[in-house]
């Protein structure tokens, strides 16, 4: 709000607000302006940012890129830390191929490895790897494949144990999940798909399928490996279309069979080999449940795991299980993942920590984020929260924006925004929660600059007008201040709440005949009387409306905003009613006994306006109007009938009654409304409303009325009796209000009232 010496500067170098009178040609500018750079601004912007939630929701690749960018850096920011858990890694590394030969080794060399990692106290072994065809190196084979063999050789060989029979002799000797890898369509050369081995499974809540992810077929293992294994695990796993590896689907659909992957699979079986079960909702994939625990997933079954750097720590060479060099104890009660990182195998997986991890260990890192509770987040309301997010930004910006200053709209939104980005890293770095911190404020900040540069054109365009339109009206310093608040003034009318306040001298027909044969003194008293009210008024940030002789309307609220208007219109008139005192008491020393004491009677209201420019197409006033106007008015002619200073209606009351003495005198019809107002006295501010015998005043007051709009005449009689004796007491201006009700108590006594009567006076006067 502007302070009080702006209008100070107003009224001192020419007429009042309300007295501005814009020239015709003014108007289509005006409204040119509006039409452009208000009202089409925020349009745009608003249809701009329905369609980016459109973009959003559609999740182009773009799009989804920046988002995922925004969690890799948030891992690599801070990376899990890693924490010793029973879960190891038994690599076919480099150093493995060049001791004990080229891969694929002989399944009999495999099967001694399943062995050795049992008696090493493996609780389950599984296969990141797939045995999909006949070992070519078993003996059988070897014979088949070389038919210029000697006979006895061939018959040997034929006689020797097949090496597929022998590592499914270790798979069943042990708990091993064998791998499976899908694929994304069937091949069509084939005759018909090998029908998968089912894993018990239950649904809870409804039928998974339709959202999880799905894969046409699968290359499986040999049957008798298939057969001898406890368990089967898919290890397929999707990138993200910049080929980083983020997501792994738990759970997912295989020639239209629910499977798990190799991680959750492994952990099934080493804990007793029970079904799993699949919870859904309405928005999808709630979680899976496996080894008597739920795992919550994404709607589609995936989970985020949350990766910590590579570490040789994970890893065990298979060189050294088979040739018994590993320490005793280090693969005992752990979860067996057997993969490769040999460079030559070419396993490599890109990852968000922005380095390549082999993919056996994406797997034993999912399978670490299970055991410790460690996965990441991506809730299933999390595209909802942020389209929300997105459009709340936005809208607070094409809001606001076009009201604030470019530092305060850059300062505001790069709070905002931060403090968006640090809720979104806070529930990472807490909750281990992704929500995305790019989509949303990279709208907003577009959004920013669209207002910003309209905001840009859009003042200066104004500055120039506002200065053109009022510059040979009001002060330099209104003018200011007003091309500082352009978006705050609303030339034309517009619909505000306001609170109003009219005063009026009080016997002025008589003051006035005083000075018949002096109509300079006259000028000259009225001018500072009015000066006094117009102190008060512009005080507590009013609008002086117009000056009617003596009579004076202000208004709060308008055309700059100020929310607490109605308590600044009571401040003022309570200030008013005080510095009146001070003039009678200052031209009493001035002119002795025979100058005439000043007093007025005030009214306020509080109300739903209209408020602008009104008048004819050539010249019109800024002023108000409305039903609480002509209620105001009223109000202050009824001062002077109940004997106080200043009345409020019950609208003005109930906003200002817990910080002003406020009294109440009665339910009224004024003259031309039909409705009744309570009205009330305003006696004083928080000081006398704290005071005891003000708050006894009020309360044995009220009993009176009550009584009183009962029609229990000797129960008005006595609280009238005790309502006049604290009056008394407290010395406040209430006599004449007090002899009022007696009169009233009387009549109605001797002549009762009708059926009808519901206790309302209807004034006869204005």
């Known amino acids: 709000m502007p302070e009080s010496g702006d209008f100070g500067a107003l009224r001192a170098g020419g007429p009042p607000l309300s007295g501005l009178r814009i020239a015709v040609d003014a108007v289509p500018h005006m409204k040119d302006w509006f039409g452009r750079w208000i009202g089409w601004v925020r349009v745009v912007a608003f249809l701009g940012v329905l369609f980016g939630l459109v973009i959003r929701v559609g999740d182009p690749v773009p799009v989804e890129a920046l988002r995922n960018a925004a969690f890799d850096f948030y891992q690599q920011i801070k990376p899990r830390e890693a924490v010793p858990v029973p879960v190891a890694i038994l690599d076919i590394d480099d150093r493995s191929l060049e001791e004990l030969g080229q891969w694929p080794w002989p399944r009999n060399r495999v099967a001694e490895m399943v062995r050795a990692a049992t008696a090493a106290g493996a609780v389950a072994i599984a296969f990141d790897v797939v045995f999909a065809e006949p070992d070519r190196l078993s003996p059988a084979q070897i014979a088949a494949d070389n038919p210029n063999l000697p006979p006895d050789l061939v018959i040997r060989l034929r006689s020797m144990a097949d090496n597929d029979r022998i590592l499914a002799d270790a798979f069943a000797a042990s708990r091993v999940v064998v791998g499976q890898t899908s694929v994304r369509t069937f091949e069509a050369n084939r005759e018909e798909k090998r029908e998968m081995r089912e894993v018990a499974h239950a649904f809870i809540g409804g039928d998974p399928m339709p959202f999880l992810q799905r894969f046409p077929d699968v290359v499986q293992n040999l049957d008798v490996l298939e057969d001898a294994a406890s368990g089967r695990g898919v290890f397929s796993v999707r990138p993200d279309p910049d080929g980083v590896y983020r997501r792994v689907p738990l759970v997912m659909l295989v020639q239209d069979k629910v499977r798990l992957g190799l991680s959750p699979e492994l952990l099934r079986v080493a804990t007793g080999g029970e079904a799993f079960a699949v919870r859904v909702n309405e928005a999808g994939i709630e979680g899976v449940v496996v080894a008597r625990q739920l795992v919550e997933t994404a709607s589609d079954g995936t989970v985020w795991p949350y990766l910590s750097p590579s570490s040789r720590a994970r890893y065990v060479s298979a060189a050294d299980l088979i040739g018994g060099t590993v320490p005793p104890g280090r693969l005992a009660g752990h979860l067996v993942l057997v993969g490769t990182s040999a460079i030559g195998l070419e396993d490599f997986r890109a990852t968000p920590l922005g380095v390549a991890m082999a993919g056996v260990e994406i797997h034993a890192q999912l399978l670490e984020n299970i055991l410790t509770g460690t996965l990441l987040v991506r809730p299933n309301y999390a595209i909802g929260a942020e389209l929300a997010i997105t459009f709340l930004l936005c809208l607070l910006v094409i809001i606001f924006a076009p009201n604030l200053s470019g530092q305060v709209l850059i300062g505001s939104s790069l709070v905002l925004l931060t403090g968006y980005m640090a809720l979104s890293w806070n529930l990472f770095a807490t909750d281990r929660i992704l929500i995305d911190p790019t989509f949303p404020v990279l709208s907003a900040l577009l959004t920013v600059m669209l207002i910003s540069t309209v905001n840009y054109l859009r003042e200066e365009r104004q500055r120039r007008q506002i200065r053109s339109a009022f ?296």
């Not at 005949?513 to 006094?532: S, Y």
């Not at 001035?590 to 009214?603: C, P, S, T």
């Open 471 to 766: 510059g040979q009206y009001v002060s330099p310093a209104l003018v200011e201040q007003l091309s500082r608040n352009q978006r705050e003034l609303q030339l034309g009318g517009e619909t505000r709440d306001l609170t109003l306040l009219f005063s009026d001298v009080r016997g002025f027909t008589a003051i006035a005949e005083a000075f018949k044969d002096d109509p300079e003194g006259l000028t000259q008293l009225m001018n500072r009387f009015l000066t006094v009210l117009c102190d008060g008024i512009m005080a507590t940030g009013g609008t002086i409306d117009k000056f009617m002789g003596d009579a004076v309307m202000a208004f709060w609220n308008a055309p700059l905003d100020h929310p607490d208007h109605a308590a600044s219109a009571c401040a003022a008139a309570l200030r008013m009613r005080a510095d009146i005192a001070a003039l009678n008491e200052v031209r009493a020393a001035e002119e002795g006994g025979d100058a005439h004491r000043l007093n007025v009677g005030i009214g306020i209201n509080t109300g739903t306006c209209v408020v602008g420019n009104m008048g004819s197409k050539t010249r019109f006033d800024y002023t108000a109007l409305g039903d609480p106007v002509n209620v105001a008015s009223r109000l202050e002619g009824q001062s002077r009938y109940y004997g106080v200073d200043i009345i409020l209606g019950s609208a003005t009351a109930t906003a200002v009654g817990e910080r002003f003495a406020v009294f109440e005198l009665d339910r009224v019809r004024v003259v031309g409304k039909a409705l009744p107002e309570t009205i009330f006295a305003l006696l004083g501010d928080a000081a006398t409303r704290a005071d005891p015998a003000f708050q006894a005043l009020c309360a044995a007051n009220a009993a009176m009325l009550r009584a009183y709009r009962a029609r229990d005449w000797d129960g008005a009689d006595a609280g009238l009796a005790q309502v006049r004796a604290m009056i008394v007491n407290a010395g406040l201006p209430l006599s004449a209000y007090c002899d009022l009700y007696a009169t009233r108590i009387a009549d109605l006594r001797a002549t009762p009232p009708g059926e009808d009567w519901d206790g309302v006076f209807s004034s006869t006067k204005k």
